[in-house]
């Protein structure tokens, strides 16, 4: 197979994104590369493919043991001979490891940086034919970056004592100069191809909250992100027990992750959020590196980060699909204290001498000073970050809070009515509420087939909203449940009136609402045409359950993407549904009819 048939059948994509040919070209061709991309940019391709197509293995150096599971479930999900050597292990489990190596089973092989110089291991790697060994997330070499790992080093060594010097390829999203540099001397590069693609990321919406009420306007804005998935950054592991108990107690399903918690809870934690079994993530810094959860519709950091790198890493894993995606940041002018605190109150470095601590102190001062000019900027956001990675850009980028950021309060106190009296009178008629997608339905006088079978088109209030979009109606939804008028019920996800429903529905209260300006909601994933967000959801659904009876997270079945490309383009039969960006042959096979069927099913309960 060449390049492009293994990127079609494999992995589903017909395109290759920017950078990925010319790494892979490279390695194919036995050069040495290094890939400096974007989170989210598809680095991981450029090992990946080529590790089907060489001969041999391709091992794989990776700084999170916890991760590597993950990553060898994806790809054998897109039927990919994968498998991960780290401290995880049983001793069983390990010899299995090894014996399948030896007996050339593998294709890709994950490995932990510390497993390197295990005399066992390289007495192993000495007997494999190692094509290709690629350094991920390679900046962790370099002091100078913020993760520093010195097993990393250790690579050097391992390479050095190989029978054969395999193609070595670093890939990092680490833009600054310093850490370029010593990825390429230490890893001892030899004259690699480079790729350095843009830093862009145009499907993430940039924005900045300055506000001395962070809890209030979390909620607001989780509220208005009800069952998507995202992750709440905070600077202290306190502060992630704090945030994280009150969203509990406002009936979010919240994960919490931090380094001061036992390996089980954080391994717990994170499978949650992998798998969808809790929406949202709050953690510190210690999460993340190394997450290819691509549904991540959202990252709010609750607090500042201490640099522009680290918060682009953290806000980048957002919208990995390529879906619309936010990253917003509350800042208050404490949060510089802060900062400034744990700059020069961290972890002291011991592999470091005084004078080159001092140094790294001066230039986590600078970082700072530069996130918090993010912070008070009243310049495009977009904008001021591509300026600070070096990268030339329009004045105006036009999906910033700066850009958008135009709002005014409208007057909602009779869609709030008809809302809550709709909600009111479903209890009514069932006995029981329904969830946010059917009463939306309802009050748009949806044709829906569940909607006949309910008798709700029998409700005084079906259609009365039928002028407003979905996307508008979701939002007046999820205001009024911000508002406290509306809460949903966290077992079945129904929605319910609160006592408080009573003033607006008898006593006249006036409920107002803000809207931006331009009116198109920035954070809509896809344009609700028709009703194709109707499908969306079915099709989320559908893809739930299939991934709970495999048992693997519902992003591995098919991305977000990969549902809204679908439902756009309804396919009827499978050459279509292969034609869907993201469906490879095998994933094809395996979940095509049912996909195929469910569309159908749609389609037929619209007529
Ligand atoms: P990185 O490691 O650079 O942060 P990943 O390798 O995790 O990024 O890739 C991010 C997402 O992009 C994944 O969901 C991946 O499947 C997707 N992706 C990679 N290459 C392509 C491509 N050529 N076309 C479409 N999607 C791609
Ligand atoms: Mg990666």
């Known amino acids: 197979m060449d390049k492009m048939t293994t990127l079609q059948r494999v992995f589903g994509y017909t395109q290759f994104r920017p950078g990925q040919e010319a790494l892979i ?41 916890s991760l ?36 050339g089973k593998y294709k890709i092989v994950y490995v932990a940086s510390e497993r390197l110089d295990y005399p066992g291991f390289s007495a192993l790697a000495a007997k494999l034919n190692i094509s290709f060994l690629a350094v991920d997330e390679a900046h962790c070499i370099s002091q100078w970056g913020q993760d520093f790992r010195p097993s990393y080093l250790r690579i050097v060594n391992f390479v050095a004592g190989l029978p054969r010097r395999p193609v070595v390829g670093a890939f990092t999203a680490t833009a600054t100069e310093t850490v370029r540099q010593d990825v390429e001397r230490i890893l001892g590069l030899e004259d690699p191809v480079r790729a350095v693609t843009g830093f862009d990321r145009p499907n993430l919406f940039f924005d900045v909250i300055q506000t001395d009420e962070k809890d209030r306007e979390l909620r607001r804005l989780l509220a208005s992100r009800r069952d998507r998935s995202g992750i709440v950054y905070c600077s202290t592991r306190r502060k992630v027990e704090e945030v994280c108990q ?17 390996e089980r809870e954080r391994t717990e934690s994170q499978e949650d959020f992998l798998y969808d079994r809790k929406t949202v993530m709050v953690a510190t810094n210690a999460f993340g590196m190394g997450i290819d959860k691509s549904n991540v519709s959202f990252v709010i950091h609750y607090n500042m980060p201490k640099s522009m790198e680290a918060y682009y890493q953290e806000a980048g894993r957002a919208g990995r699909d390529g879906s619309a995606a936010d990253c917003i940041l509350l800042f208050q002018s404490a949060d510089v204290q802060t900062a400034r605190f744990l700059i020069n109150n961290g972890g002291e470095n011991e592999d470091l001498t005084e004078e080159q601590r001092a140094q790294v102190r001066r230039q986590d001062l600078k970082r700072l000073d530069a996130m918090v000019g993010y912070c ?25 809070g700066t850009c958008k950021g135009n709002f005014v309060e409208v007057d909602m106190t009779r869609e709030a009515q008809i809302i809550l009296s709709c909600v009111h009178r479903i209890h009514d008629k069932l006995g029981c509420g329904l969830g946010v997608n059917l009463v939306a339905s309802t009050l748009r006088g949806s044709k829906l087939k569940r909607i006949g079978e309910l008798g709700l088109d029998s409700l005084s209030t079906y259609g009365l909203l039928k002028d407003r979009s979905r996307t508008e109606l979701h939002a ?48 809509e994933e896809i344009p609700a ?13 559908f893809r739930l359950e299939l991934a709970k009876k495999a048992g693997i997270p519902a992003y591995m079945v098919f991305s977000n993407s990969t549902l809204a490309d679908m439902a756009k383009k309804r396919p009827a039969t499978m050459s279509q549904f292969k034609k869907v960006t993201g469906v490879g042959e095998l994933k094809a096979s395996w979940y095509g009819t049912a996909f195929l069927k469910c569309i159908q099913r749609f389609e037929l309960e619209k007529k």
């Open 68 to 103: 590597m599971r993950d990553q060898v479930m994806a790809l054998k999900a897109a039927g990919v001979p994968a498998a991960y050597i780290n401290s995880t292990l049983t001793g069983p489990q390990m010899q299995a490891v090894y014996r399948n190596l030896l007996a």
């Open 376 to 400: 008070k900027t009243k310049t495009c956001l977009r904008g001021y970050i591509l300026e600070y990675f070096g990268q030339k850009h329009p004045e105006l980028c036009g999906n910033c």
């Open 529 to 541: 045409t028709g009703d194709t967000a109707e499908l969306i959801d079915e099709l989320k659904l």
């Open 25 to 65: 070209d490279g390695v194919l061709a036995g050069r040495d590369v290094f890939g400096i991309m974007p989170t989210g940019g598809g680095k991981s391709m450029c090992y990946q493919l080529p590790a089907l197509l060489l001969p041999g293995i391709t091992l794989v150096v990776s700084p999170l043991i």
């Open 246 to 262: 009150r969203l509990r107690d406002l009936g979010y399903a919240a994960a919490r992750y931090h380094a001061g918690l036992e």
């Open 476 to 523: 007046m939804i999820d205001h009024l449940e911000a508002e406290g008028y509306l809460r949903t019920e966290l077992e079945h996800q129904t929605l319910g009136l609160t006592t408080q429903a009573a003033e607006v529905l008898y006593r006249g209260k006036m409920v107002r609402r803000k809207v931006e300006v331009s009116d198109e909601n920035p954070q």
